[in-house]
């Protein structure tokens, strides 16, 4: 068996190929056109398995690697710097490192998600972009109308406070530049609510997710994205891997008779910890006992401490909903499982 290590970047992919003892057979810069990369595969020497790095443009190369490799792994980025070395960095370099590691079997490697979860995802992080941008513009628009002395207090997500807006005592560029961030907040706004709906019809159509939002502070967007994050719950063996997973971990250094516990670990799923950072208070509200828990650990460790520990709860929470696939409790929302793909699926 060959092991065959990547090194992929925007235009070109960095091939490096060794055999069951470790021992080079060929090296290669190689460019990511799609054609030229098949073309390359049938060339090496079969059989063969894969590793590359878990760059922002891995899903098309990954795609193709799978019809000519035996299997295919995607590097974990975070964990490969342990092996590298700190002096000296090249193409060749790290795509060696991964194929070295790979024979060895010490590969640190992240799970690929499958086609129609990316894609979801994909829909995910553009309405979170979305989301972004008219707030960014919202800042902004509410800054100028500080600076003109114009009233900006009230909620500019609404299309009834972007009309209060009144320019009429200013110049004629002053008046254009409000007209302008008005027009862009307001595009934003109705791209969203295009975007949700989709994101709705996507969450009704999985079983998973509909369990997701028995959970008191889980809604349509946040059972996508947990549910995408996580991919498949039989991947985590207890719910301690899935804590620390999610980012929700503290960070435990142990010697000898001295403990410390640091901050939440910086290798985790950014999103998957954000969102239940984010959701944690409307799960707090909803369930007494959760108040109760929040209030004790507040007083003795304070606010953030407790935020995390309560959102360990949630996530444990979730764990069981996924791993019994059952929810959390009856739940009001009138969502129900349609047999017909969802418009932001379909094609797929």
């Avoid at 995910?124 to 989301?131: E, G, P, Q, T």
């Avoid at 299309?159 to 002053?174: D, G």
């Avoid at 027009?183 to 791209?191: G, M, P, S």
Wanted: aromatic fraction near 10%; glycine fraction near 2%.
């Amino acid at each position: 068996m060959n092991h065959v290590g990547v090194d992929l970047h925007k235009e070109t992919s960095l091939f490096y190929i060794v055999d069951k003892n470790g021992k080079k057979i060929s090296s290669k810069n190689v460019t990511n056109n799609p054609e030229v990369l098949k073309q390359y595969f049938e060339q090496i020497p079969m059989p063969f398995i894969l590793a590359v790095e878990a760059t922002y443009n891995w899903y098309y190369f990954v795609d193709i690697a799978e019809q000519y490799a035996e299997k295919v792994f995607l590097a974990n980025s975070y964990e490969l710097k342990a092996f590298a070395k700190r002096h000296k960095k090249t193409d060749k370099i790290d795509a060696r490192l991964i194929a070295t590691i790979l024979q060895k079997g010490f590969l640190p490697v992240v799970t690929i998600a499958d086609k129609q979860t990316r894609q979801v995802r994909e829909l995910l992080r553009y309405r979170m972009k979305l989301v972004t941008d008219r707030s960014r513009n919202i800042s902004r628009l509410k800054a100028l109308l500080d600076r003109l002395g114009i009233n900006s207090n009230g909620d500019f997500t609404t299309y009834k406070r972007l009309k209060a807006i009144s320019a009429k005592n200013t110049t004629t560029i002053y008046k254009k530049l409000v007209i302008n961030y008005i027009e862009r907040i307001t595009e934003l706004t109705q791209k969203l609510k295009s975007i949700e709906k989709d994101i709705s019809a996507v969450s009704c159509n999985d079983q998973h997710m509909v369990n997701l939002m028995s959970i008191p502070g889980i809604a349509d967007f946040s059972a996508a994205l947990i549910k995408t994050e996580i991919i498949d719950i039989s991947r985590f063996a207890s719910f301690n891997r899935l804590c620390a997973y999610a980012g929700l971990a503290p960070r435990v250094s142990a010697s000898a008779n001295k403990i410390f516990h640091g901050p939440l670990n910086k290798n985790r799923r950014k999103n998957l910890q954000w969102i239940l950072l984010e959701n944690v208070y409307h799960f707090i509200k909803a369930i007494p006992e959760m108040q109760e828990k929040y209030e004790i650990y507040k007083q003795r460790k304070g606010h953030n401490t407790a935020k995390v520990a309560l959102a360990r709860a949630m996530l444990k929470i979730i764990y069981h909903v996924l791993k019994e696939q059952r929810p959390f409790y009856f739940s009001s929302r009138n969502c129900q499982i349609q047999s017909v793909a969802s418009p932001a699926l379909s094609g797929v």
